[in-house]
């Protein structure tokens, strides 16, 4: 049972250390169909988030906002996600 939870921990830390690790710059390299794991680990979390759902709507679309950060310093880069995959990616440049 303790192997078992270090194992948890082990693989709780990893994650978190990769969204502190994510470097900015991964940003650009964001494409369709890639699932929200994926983009957790190149990128982490994004700065602002909504989910709508539109009524009856069975498909929750999300849109992830990743502001401008060192190494990306000009570009809001906007993500969004329907069925756990990236329909699209926009990068605007922000003045």
Known sequence: M????AVVFSIGALCASSAWAADARE?????GGMSEGEVLVK???????????GGG?????KRWIYLPAKGD???ITTIVI?????AY???????
């Open 27 to 31: 940003r650009q390299f964001i494409r």
């Open 43 to 53: 990128i982490g979390h994004p700065d602002r988030e909504s989910n709508d759902t």
């Open 82 to 86: 329907t069925n756990g995959k990236v």
């Open 2 to 5: 303790r192997k078992l939870g």
């Open 57 to 61: 709507a069975k498909v929750t679309v």
């Open 89 to 95: 990616v926009t990068r605007d440049v922000s003045r």
């Open 73 to 75: 310093e000009q570009t």
